[in-house]
């Protein structure tokens, strides 16, 4: 038995379909009409806020009960969840049909359940009541349709790079042979290897089952060839369909590409524009300064030398000190003022780990970073000896994950944090917040804010404390295309002013609005342990 | 710490073994040792444990990585004992407050050997068994709950990767200028900041592995297994060696005369 006899497209019908979450006074989705039709490859585009993640948890029946029947007569209560309309597959509701829809979701440490590799991919069918001998047939061919077959089954899945992981939820979904693919931006936190991995998968996938798709993506440019038909949301109203554009990729980008580009979405050929350096040393795409630690007229900050980093600390063991294993070694760059320093690498070349010790968060297993007289101002050469306030007014980092940065539970005051504990800097603030358009956010908490909006505010409070060098660690991840240009431009104005500015980067367009130089690390050193983890999701986790 | 929870490559006998029937015997053990305290039984059974050793694909360094808390809490509870338990027979050492004589050395050393012989069995069961599989056996022969079973090892997979971000969020803390330095009452307000952003994230994460749970069908009320938990010749081995150590260290305190039965001699 193959997928392709066995898999039945599903068919899925919105009609004034809509649904408020609890304990908000708003629908997240209003009034949908929608038909796909068996087999169709739908790409949902929109504004954050329109709903489409809502769209996709609804369709995997993974949505809370509603308690749509539970207020006749009455007024409903804000603090249960409210659906109106119909929201059909195949006709009947999502909850009741288990299995008939499966769902990947952005962060790959939570789209894996079990700690072997084929246990994992046996899970979903294991649920679903499937006979023992025909799960084991269809982990093997899940594996082998996503091309993890060449690994053991009982493969540690916390081994996995991020994309492998997602393309393991992939199999895990295939082996319950489900009539719809729901990807709530299944490629967010992958960098670009990582990316047409999972893309290329799910596309074999889809021409082998036929099975339907609908995925949320704002990268339009790695699935536009995948998906026949593109639908724009809009947050939906009484007056406004929720569905605002619905046609062919062709059709709806060239209808729409001007409304798109303003929403920041990723459209094909398109790169934001950003403010230009003024009097770059380097030139954007010019080789001749590759490399690091090429002499240059900015001031020297910041030098590593012969640098080999790890995150683990040394052990003890019999009384000795046992280095760690490094991940990278043998790392000579320099951080001069004014200058860019971009760090790209494969994943596992130990780039986070440079970065992170470079920013005196973590100690060389060996070599040395060392700060100039220009950039310690008394406070000593190593600054992994530095204390948190004498840190935070040298080197700033910006995390890949905001949430791991906050402090406070107000924007403002997350702002002030470092100017507070330092004594001076609060007039920056207001500035800070113009400038990187918090000004209306002031009063927010941190952890409620957009993906964007938590992305500059990281930024913000690191740049509070007014560093000369700042170090960002995938600055981009997961940005729509607004903030990214935003950001870029900031950092190229920062860059003018003397700030040095050291970025941990796949992104090419990114590093070039920067210029500078590329200190470009190597594959991982051959050492199974020395793994470093995967791209993971802007919204929750590690670097 | 994540790759603690995974056999990595044994293959020693006991992997072999049924999770379950090793757990019974780990009870036995457990229960066995707890009735009397006294030294020849617990040395008995310490004994037969060190000798399971290469069964289990255990060697000392990895006992030691692994079962130091227990160790150390063993070795503690042995002194206490020592030097606070009531002199009898002669005393061997007398500083002030605190003696040691025979008698209470003998408790003491009882109580270091029971705390261990206690402990081993555990650390000799997690080193030979994964947690996978004694999930499969816990649902599938003792017939827990399988929605609570699975949930537990879904969240124990999370505990690794908790481990790592707590790392992470020191780091990124101390780059907003929230130190480890200061004042005890400082340091404290930082620990706690920081265990809240753990606490957030640990919730994030949660909720949406529970999502991906749900998406792959879990919650229903039944549900098929892909690996059987099954028996062998060799549980059969694993439950008689079992009973034979509990046996052996039994015979041996009564017939030493040592056996001491402390919940009986209270009443």
């Known amino acids: 038995m193959t997928f392709s006899d066995s898999v039945r497209p599903a068919a899925v019908t919105a009609r004034g379909w809509g649904w408020r979450h609890a304990g908000r006074s708003q629908p997240a989705v209003h009034g949908l009409d929608l038909e796909i039709q068996p087999g169709e490859r739908v790409l949902l585009l929109g504004p954050s806020g329109a709903g489409k993640s809502t769209l996709l948890h609804a369709l995997a029946g993974v949505l809370g009960d509603s308690d749509a029947g539970a207020h006749h007569g009455g007024t409903p209560d804000a603090e249960d969840s409210d659906e109106t309309g119909t929201l059909l597959i195949d006709g009947a509701p999502p909850r009741a049909q288990r299995g008939r829809a499966g769902l990947m979701q952005q962060d790959p440490e939570t789209q894996v359940v079990l700690s072997r590799l084929g246990d994992d991919v046996a899970f979903g069918a294991e649920n679903l009541s499937v006979p023992r001998g025909d799960i084991w047939k269809r982990v093997g061919e899940a594996l082998d349709d996503v091309g993890l077959a060449h690994l053991p089954l009982d493969h540690p899945t916390s081994a996995l790079s991020g994309g492998q992981k997602q393309r393991l939820a992939l199999a895990g979904i295939l082996a319950m042979r489900p009539g719809l693919l729901l990807l709530d931006e299944p490629t967010a936190n992958l960098d670009p290897d990582g990316v047409l991995e999972v893309r290329d998968a799910v596309g074999r996938c889809l021409d082998k089952t036929g099975a339907t798709l609908v995925v949320v993506e704002h990268r339009v440019g790695v699935w536009k060839d995948l998906v026949d038909r593109i639908v724009v949301l809009q947050p939906g109203s009484a007056t406004e369909s929720a569905v605002l554009l619905d046609g062919s990729p062709d059709q709806v980008l060239a209808q729409a590409r001007d409304m798109l580009v303003a929403a920041g979405v990723w459209v094909p050929g398109y790169v934001p524009a950003t403010r230009t350096r003024s009097g770059a040393t380097g030139v954007p795409g010019a080789t001749g300064g590759r490399g690091a630690g090429v002499p240059a007229d900015g001031d020297l900050l910041l030098a590593a030398e012969s640098l080999a980093v790890s995150r683990e600390r040394p052990r003890r063991r019999r009384f000795k000190t046992v280095p760690p294993v490094p991940v990278q070694s043998g790392i000579t760059a320099q951080v001069r003022a004014g200058q860019a320093l971009t760090i790209t690498g494969p994943n596992g070349s130990g780039k986070s780990t440079f970065a992170l010790t470079l920013a005196g968060l973590l100690q060389p297993v060996a070599g040395t970073v060392s700060a100039t007289v220009d950039l310690s101002d008394g406070a000593g050469i190593d600054p992994y000896k530095w204390k948190a306030d004498q840190l935070i007014a040298r080197i700033g980092t910006v995390f890949q994950e905001p949430e791991h940065q906050f402090v406070t539970g107000r924007v403002l005051d997350e702002l002030m944090f470092g100017p507070r504990h330092l004594g001076h800097g609060e007039e920056r603030v207001d500035e800070l917040l113009e400038r990187l358009r918090l000004t209306k956010l002031v009063d927010a908490n941190p952890y409620t804010l957009s993906g964007g909006e938590k992305r500059r505010l990281s930024v913000a409070t690191v740049l509070a404390a007014h560093p000369r060098v700042l170090i960002l660690d995938e600055p981009t991840f997961g940005q729509d295309a607004n903030t990214w240009a935003e950001l870029a431009s900031f950092l190229s104005e920062l860059l003018d002013a003397g700030t040095a500015v050291v970025s941990v980067t796949h992104d090419q367009e990114f590093s070039d609005v920067l210029g500078g130089t590329e200190l470009k690390l190597g594959a991982p050193q051959l050492n199974l342990a020395a793994r470093e983890p995967g791209p993971r999701n802007p919204e929750v986790a590690a670097p | ?267």
């Open chain 2, 1 to 267: 710490m994540r790759e603690a929870l995974t056999l990595h490559a044994n293959h020693a006998l006991l992997t072999r073994a049924n999770p379950l029937a090793k757990f019974g015997v780990v009870m036995l053990m457990t229960v066995v040792l707890a009735l009397s305290i006294d030294w020849v039984s617990a040395s008995v059974a310490l004994a037969f444990e060190l000798l399971l050793f290469p069964l289990a694909g255990l060697t000392v360094a990895l006992l030691w990585q692994r079962g130091w808390p227990l160790i150390v809490a063993a070795a503690l509870g042995g002194w206490s004992t020592s030097i606070l338990a009531p002199d009898t027979g002669r005393i061997l050492l007398d500083v002030g407050i605190w003696s040691i004589s025979e008698g209470s050395l003998e408790l003491g050393l009882g109580f270091l050997l029971r705390g261990l012989a206690i402990a081993l069995p555990a650390v000799l069961l997690m080193s030979c068994t994964d947690p996978t599989d004694l999930a499969d056996a816990l649902a599938q022969k003792a017939k827990l709950p399988h929605r609570f079973v699975l949930g537990t090892l879904a969240a124990m997979r999370l505990v690794g990767l908790m481990a790592e971000e707590w790392q992470t969020i020191g780091m990124a803390r101390r780059a907003r200028g929230v130190g480890s330095h200061g004042t005890p009452a400082q340091r404290l307000r930082a620990t706690l900041g920081q265990s809240f952003g753990l606490l957030v994230q640990a919730i994030r994460r949660a909720s949406r592995l529970a999502v991906t749970m749900e998406a792959r069908g879990f919650g229903g009320a039944q549900r098929t297994w892909a690996r059987e938990s099954t028996y062998s010749a060799l549980d059969i081995w694993v439950v008689l060696g079992g009973l034979l150590i509990a046996a052996a260290a039994v015979a041996a305190a009564v017939g030493a005369g040592t056996w001491n039965m402390v919940f009986l001699e209270q009443q």
